[in-house]
């Protein structure tokens, strides 16, 4: 299986805060790599799919980049609804595989 | 946009099956995703994909739940589902189901693009 590690695991930031996560696969994924937000009893969401692709309708101050084995995923002015848990997951092989998550807290 | 609903007994025996539906909204079954995947995520832990189902029928499901995964689909209803077999405590968890797309590039494989809320399964006698 791949491997998926996501660092950290939690962060303290603001609002307005440029917040980064990093996500490292444990082999060559080229660019098949997707971040998701998970909020308690909300539906997960889909943020970027294929490392830097923004899934329609999500705001702008997400992005995303990377290749091969190393992606970050970036908000680059945090708002209040952006406190939540990321994972990032790679789509290159089943089974799919998850990171651990960031926690996103105040 | 399709709408996806889980539903199934939030309690099951050790031992027993655990069995949970996926209810689409919003488009047809067969022609509104490429696949349908289960994932599930125990208290306090990571997100773990079960399994995935074709359109076609076809399935392929996390070797580390051995052979104890069935997912199908029934079209007449419009719903997935997902059977566990001979369950454990480690087998509490919400489980999610989604759409997973395929992106038809080669510079992206797939992606789940919609989930439902989830549901919550706890595994005690």
């Known amino acids: 299986d791949i491997q998926m590690t996501q660092s950290p695991s939690s962060l303290s930031a603001s609002v307005g805060d440029r917040v980064t996560i990093t996500c490292r696969a444990s082999q060559s994924i080229g660019s098949y790599l997707n971040w998701y937000q998970l909020k308690p009893g909300n539906a997960p969401k889909l943020l970027i799919f294929a490392a830097s692709i923004l899934q329609r309708g999500v705001p702008s101050r997400f992005s995303g980049d990377g290749s091969g084995t190393g992606f970050t995923l970036t908000i680059s002015s945090l708002q209040p609804e952006d406190f939540a848990t990321y994972y990032c997951q790679q789509s290159h092989t089943t089974p799919l595989t998850f990171g651990g998550g960031t926690k996103v807290e105040v | 946009q399709v709408q996806l609903q889980e539903s199934g007994p939030g309690l099951v025996r050790p031992s027993q099956t655990l069995s949970l539906t996926c209810t689409v909204s919003?488009?047809?079954?067969?022609?509104?995703?490429?696949?349908w995947s289960w994932i599930r995520q125990p208290a306090g832990e990571g997100l773990e994909w079960i399994g995935r189902?074709?359109?076609?029928?076809?399935?392929n499901h996390n070797p580390s739940l051995k052979s104890r995964v069935t997912i199908s689909v029934d079209t007449s209803k419009n719903q997935i589902s997902l059977k566990l077999s001979s369950v454990t405590a480690a087998d509490t968890a919400v489980y999610y189901c989604?759409?997973?797309?395929?992106?038809?590039?080669?510079?992206?494989?797939?992606?789940?693009?919609?989930w439902g809320k989830g549901t919550t399964v706890t595994v005690s006698s």
């Open positions: 919003g488009g047809s079954i067969r022609t509104a995703s490429d696949y």
């Open positions: 189902i074709h359109s076609s029928g076809s399935t």
């Open positions: 989604a759409s997973l797309r395929e992106c038809g590039s080669t510079s992206c494989n797939n992606y789940m693009d919609v």
